[in-house]
């Protein structure tokens, strides 16, 4: 180990990990050094494990292409065992040392150390298992990555450039993403949608399609779990769930569209976010760093209604000035005029099957 960083053994989940003293605990991070570990990427590693614990998911060969210390890959070998064998890969040399002292710390003999060019990598290797891991976006490995899964192959993807996805550097979005966000109180999952259009719309370019499996956000990020089935009516099938759509400041209206018209955001992927018979059979294991909020987050997309987008409380009360209720009172009194659940991309939002104007007229006979 170089001078640069000193390590130290934290447990996360039930795992013993090396990582660096300098480190990050709240929010994106910043590299301090060669090796890159963030405490707060802990949950997102636990929903990992648990997505391995899955009786669907049945993986022989398996990569994280984007290591640091291998955290999670290691993480997944000794707290769910899969019968697989896990490439761990880092093109830093250094991070390649410490992912091997973790392989070897927990005796995680199925466990494969690399230290390559994560692009050369995958120009000659297949996996039925990738996880793109990157600091920041995701959008220069993804042709790899889509290259490098066999047919029906599973891409994990995390995207923490949330701030252009979600319409805030909205010029960037169109360079990086080919797609206009919308800045607005729904953004994120806007931008969650664009993101998971644009795999859709770079895997069909291979003659892939997309399956989601569960794609969320949270704290800082967004994550993606997709099925990739390779065949030209896959890709065609995946290409007739994009659209646009336009948000209308003035009544709040959320408008799906099929074609792109002037002022409109998108393209975005219109389709299910969540697989709610995949999720049903998730596990909530004991291993978990963080086992409250997965089981929170658990539940939360069990029950959440796939259509977009979500409404804010805050949102109707505003534009209804008057004060906003409590969540549970609002969601009851929803439920008289139509499907109604809450949302995971905030706690103070939900997801209706009605249109705003339909929803905000409820809400005022409810609470005006």
Known sequence: MTEE???????????????????????????MGRVFYNRQMAFNRDVSVM?????????????????ATGARAVRIMKEVGPDLEFHINDWEKVSADVIQRNVDLNQ???????????????????????????????????HSAIQGLRKKG???????????LAGTHAKKCVRRYQARPCRCVFGHEVGLRLLIGYVGRQAAMFDKG??????????????LYVRLPESADAADASLAKLGYFKFDRASHERTILED?????????????????????????????????????????????????FFYENNELSSDLHVSPPRQDRL?????????????????????CDQPYSVVKERYRQLFT
């Open 210 to 223: 997309i399956e989601p499996l569960l794609c969320f956000y949270a704290d800082h990020y967004m994550r």
């Open 51 to 67: 997505f391995f614990a899955h009786p669907d998911v049945r993986p022989t060969r398996a990569l994280d292409a984007m290591a």
């Open 331 to 351: 969601l009851e009194g929803l439920s008289e005029i139509g499907k109604v659940s809450k949302t995971h991309f905030s706690p103070t939002g939900f997801k």
């Open 154 to 164: 599973i891409l994990a993807m995390t995207a923490t450039d949330t701030a252009p």
């Open 260 to 308: 792109y018209e002037a002022g409109a955001s998108g393209p975005i992927w219109i389709g299910d976010i969540i697989d709610h018979d995949f999720i049903q059979k998730m596990p909530l294991l004991d291993t978990l760093a963080e086992k409250d909020r997965c089981a929170k987050y658990l539940q939360l997309w069990k029950d959440e209604l796939n259509v977009p």
């Open 108 to 142: 995680a003999e199925r466990c494969v150390v690399r230290n390559e060019d994560l692009k050369c990598l995958l120009a000659h290797e297949r996996f039925d298992y990738v996880d793109l891991d990157p600091f920041g976006t995701p959008v220069p490995f993804l």
């Open 5 to 31: 960083q000193e390590l130290e053994e934290v447990v996360e989940g039930t795992t013993r990990v090396l990582v660096p003293v300098d480190r990050t605990d709240n929010g994106p991070g910043k590299k």
